[in-house]
């Protein structure tokens, strides 16, 4: 497969791409959250559909916050602050849920390369344990069983991502930018609902 081809060099716009000083960058932060949605295709589109959905649906949420506040919106956090200042929460839980998701992928992906020998529905069960499992019901703990368990060889699966180092360079600022937005909820008693 050509380099061209990959899913890493037809991203969009990167992590790597959004500023997060003074705040992570809303413009940004949700066009690269909508490429991220495209590796669930490589993933399994079939398997992976209510994952895409969900993602969607919380990028959606920000993206009519953001257009009815754009004033109020340059940044997450501030979305999310002038957002709770209002006593309304629509954004700023489908930015949770949005964190849950990229943390999600980020934590398979990167228990996938740090243990070279493990396939990919091993790694993303790892994952899914880690992070989105303990706020699921039983249906969607069964859904996500199922998507688990058809995730595709790593041998099949990495050539369509991309060369292990971009690989890396867009994992670690996801991972950046996952943890910046996860200690501003963490830190600011404004943002909990």
Known sequence: MSEATTFID?????????????????????????SLVGL????????????KSDLNGNIAKLQKRYDAAKDKSATLQELVLAERAEKKKEATEGLVWLLRGLDFTAKGIRHNLENPSEELAT?????????????????????FSVALKATPY???????????????????ALEKNVKILQEFYETTPEAKF
């Open 154 to 172: 790593r041998k099949d699966f990495y050539p369509k991502v991309g060369e292990e180092s971009k690989i890396k360079g867009w994992l670690e």
């Open 40 to 51: 669930f295709d490589i993933l399994g589109s079939t398997s992976f559909g209510p994952v």
């Open 123 to 143: 790694s993303f069960q790892h994952a899914y344990d880690g992070t989105l499992k303990q706020y699921h019901n039983f249906v969607v703990k069964g859904i």
């Open 10 to 34: 037809n991203i969009k716009v990167s992590f790597k791409d959004v500023p997060t000083t003074p705040g992570v960058d809303t413009v940004s932060f949700l066009g690269a959250s909508e």
